[in-house]
């Protein structure tokens, strides 16, 4: 069944705003503004959702990925004001751990009605701090609760959610992500990403351990590549990887910084890149999913490319595949 335009629904929240990194991060608050700019460029504004209630797992499910000590301690150390967590690129101030917490409750609750039983079987989250490369006791980069790990293991104790794929487009390599699954065999975790470059891991020859051999596959990108290397990669690579895995899920972590205007990156993909990428994974998400897909903004740091990025991307997920006719009711 096709519901139109209720097809998508992007969340926010305005404590996203509140987690403050200090002047000249680049991973600011009005990144979310440029994600919401890009939503109102795509004409999918009345489906933007602001403050929803986080899911009321959202405790229990930060503890099943992140050390309970771990979790005390990002928590202690955002009550005492601004300060870097564990290295310089992690600065924290008062409203942090709300944040960072709010970014894990509200994508629970996306993804429990994209898979559940709602009109919207599409969701966007647009959250900051972002969250792959959080290790399970380690902030880093940016990162304090991994927040797509969390999503995933949340899908996995509902019925008839055996196997999880993620798809992390970001950049950078989702360490934390691959880090938390390379020895499972039920929940893929895949990337493209600019290699050799931070974090350092994401290596072709990294692909899983023990039961999870097989279940992490890297695709790694020269410096400077554009579209078509980027499309090629995710064609290629990720959606035979999907057609193989046959996921009951796919989630994806949405990082716009391989764009070409970006700072950070150092590549050069187009807004319009990132709109054939959904495609394809809205294809597979049809083929295997029954059409549902959530997703995650993570990094994306110039403010215009992010805006272009988001509106290709919402606009691709709220129409759902042009090369694929839907069933007819
Ligand atoms: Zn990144």
């Known amino acids: 069944m096709y519901h139109g335009s209720l097809m998508l629904k992007i969340y926010t929240s305005s404590v996203f705003h509140r987690h403050d990194t200090g002047p000249g991060h680049p991973e600011r608050a009005s990144r979310l503004d440029a994600a919401i700019e890009g939503v109102t460029r795509a004409g999918v504004r009345e489906q933007l959702i602001v403050d929803p209630d986080l899911h009321p797992e959202t405790s229990r499910i930060i503890a099943k990925v ?40 509200i994508s629970l609750a996306a993804a429990a009605e994209a898979y559940g039983s709602g009109d919207a079987r599409r969701a966007f ?47 950078h390599h989702g ?22 470059f931070y974090p ?33 990669a995710t064609e290629d690579e990720i959606v035979r990887a999907i057609d193989e895995f046959r996921p009951n899920a796919i989630l994806l972590s949405a990082g716009f910084d391989a764009h070409r205007r970006d700072p950070l990156g150092g590549m050069r993909v187009t807004e319009g890149a990132y709109g054939e990428l959904t495609r394809r994974i809205v294809e597979s998400a049809e083929r295997w999913c029954g059409g549902r897909l959530f997703s995650l903004l993570e990094g ?13 991307h919402v ?12 069933p007819a009711d």
């Open 66 to 105: 992140h050390s309970a000590q771990y979790e005390r301690d990002l928590d202690d150390a955002t009550r005492a004001g601004f300060r870097y967590f564990h290295s310089v690129d992690n600065p924290i101030s008062s409203a942090s751990f709300s944040a960072a917490r709010a970014a894990v409750g």
């Open 125 to 171: 989250v647009i959250a900051r701090p972002p969250g792959h490369h959080a290790e399970r006791a380690q902030a880093m980069g940016f990162c304090f609760f991994n927040t797509i790990a969390c999503v995933a293991e949340f899908l996995r104790e509902q019925p008839g959610i055996e196997r999880v794929f993620i798809y992390d487009f970001d950049v």
């Open 175 to 196: 360490n934390g992500t691959q880090h938390l699954f390379e020895e499972r065999g039920d929940v893929y975790y895949a990337s493209i990403h600019r290699y050799p």
């Open 200 to 232: 350092g891991t994401g290596a072709r020859e990294e692909i899983g351990t023990g039961a999870g051999r097989g279940f992490t596959k890297n695709v790694p990108l020269e410096a400077g590549e554009g579209d078509a290397a980027f499309l090629r």
């Open 300 to 312: 994306g740091y110039d403010l215009e490319g992010l805006a272009a990025s988001v509106a290709e």
């Open 315 to 326: 606009n691709v997920l709220s129409a759902g595949s042009t090369r694929t006719a839907p």
